[in-house]
């Protein structure tokens, strides 16, 4: 890799193969965001008039009605439900999370309570919403969602992710039509995916995504649906959305990026990916204690991972140790190890600058020649990295 601005800044050269991760800045901005970013930072525009070319661009691509662009679509699940609560009521939008009303439960099951960097009901929370847990970690059936709705409920959260439990739940369908029956209106977090249609197709009322994960726009969050609800939710920028907001630059990135995710190459970007996933499974194949498996997406994402699977005894070193060996490296290499305590972790080839496939496959080799070639196993307690996980965050800034 060239030299780039981070040396000049004093931080590490990550290579990122965990996926699109916030704490790593999300994903590679695409050339058509960055160049509409500084080629309106130095104007004034009118920000509701830039919204609303926003929402027309938001709306052609995601079927919705209508559309704004926000801070995060953390951001987008707390002003949509603030919506659903307020409605237009300019007092009711001051005056949250204080709420004027009855009706500010909000539905989700208990399976899709997950985190994402933060938990999702508190995004429920903070606007004021009152969480109804429907149905078990691992359970929910319609009877629980049916006798959860009452006169009280003002939305249903429904959570895409490949963090949520993904059996013997409610799925989508289902869930807008016990929600319609009785007229709750269906707000689906579908940060991570691709498809911009499927969610409204499918009866959510509001969708949201990221602007920065696969889209490659800047940090920002789309609220797309039924116009009557994205107003609601917009004129939450008058109250709690002013902390949220977006400028003039990440609208207008976020529409930079929509329209050139219309015309990407989709299936040249995939032929790459394989071609690393096929490079990282080479390396790795025949290596003792190392299975390499492609697997799909979860969410049925257009994405292969690699599933790196670790038998400490015969690696002579645990994935978790292995994932740590990684990212201590020169230069640091970031997997996806979330579920490390499995024995495995996972390779993600979409946010790699071409070349980088080569530095993973060789810095996953030599540190397993380094592990085989140790007498010990490389083996630190899991109860220990657990343990330790936030001690650099309760440090900063040191
Ligand atoms: C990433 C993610 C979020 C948070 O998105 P931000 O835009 O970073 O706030 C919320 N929900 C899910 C399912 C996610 O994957």
Redesign the pocket.
């Known amino acids: 890799m060239s030299d780039d601005i981070r040396s000049s800044l004093g931080l590490r050269p990550v290579i990122n193969v965990s996926g699109?991760m916030?704490s790593l800045g999300?994903s590679i901005v695409v050339p058509e965001a960055i160049a509409a970013m500084s080629s309106i930072l130095p104007q004034f525009v009118e920000v509701n008039d830039l919204q609303r070319k926003a929402s027309a661009i938001i709306a052609r691509l995601t079927g919705g009605e209508a559309g704004f662009v926000t801070a995060?679509?953390?951001?987008?699940?707390s002003l949509a439900v603030a919506g659903a609560i307020t409605g237009n009521d300019l007092l009711a939008i001051e005056k949250l999370p204080d709420v004027n009303t009855e009706k500010n439960e909000v539905l989700v099951q208990m399976g899709h309570v997950?985190s994402?960097?933060a938990p999702?009901d508190q995004a429920i929370r903070i606007a004021g919403g009152k969480v109804v847990y429907v149905g078990q970690a691992t359970s929910t059936h319609r009877f629980h969602m049916e006798n959860a709705i009452t006169e009280k409920t003002a939305a249903a959260v429904f959570?895409?992710?490949h963090?949520v439990v993904d059996y013997g739940l409610l799925n989508l369908k289902e869930f807008v039509e016990i929600a319609h029956d009785k007229g709750v209106p269906v707000i689906v977090?579908?940060?991570?995916e691709y498809d911009l249609r499927l969610f409204l197709e499918q009866g959510a009322d509001i969708a949201l995504y990221?602007?920065?994960?696969f889209l490659g726009g800047p940090?920002?969050?789309i609220v797309a649906g039924k116009k009557d609800l994205v107003r609601s939710a917009y004129l939450q920028n008058m109250g709690i959305g002013r902390g949220m907001k977006v400028g003039k630059e990440s609208i207008f990135g976020v529409m930079a990026a929509l329209e050139a995710w219309e015309t990407r190459d989709h299936s040249s970007i995939r032929e790459r990916e394989t071609g690393y996933l096929n490079l990282w499974k080479q390396a790795l194949d025949g290596r003792p204690g190392v299975t390499a498996l492609i697997e799909p997406d979860p969410t049925n994402n257009p994405l292969d991972r690699m599933r790196v699977i670790i038998n400490a005894e015969e690696a002579h070193i645990t994935a978790w140790d292995l994932s740590d060996a990684l990212a201590r490296g020169s230069p640091p290499i970031i997997v996806r190890d979330h579920e490390v305590e499995h024995r495995y972790f996972y390779l993600d080839p979409c946010n790699l600058h071409p070349g980088q496939e080569k530095i993973v496959a060789q810095r996953l080799g030599e540190e397993l020649d380094k592990a085989r070639a140790s007498n010990e196993i490389i083996a630190t307690p899991l109860e220990s990295r657990s343990k330790h996980r936030f001690d650099g965050a309760l440090r900063w800034p040191d």
């Open positions: 699109t916030t999300a995060s679509c953390s951001a987008g699940i997950v994402y960097g999702v959570v895409v992710s963090h977090d579908a940060a991570s990221s602007g920065h994960k940090t920002s969050g």
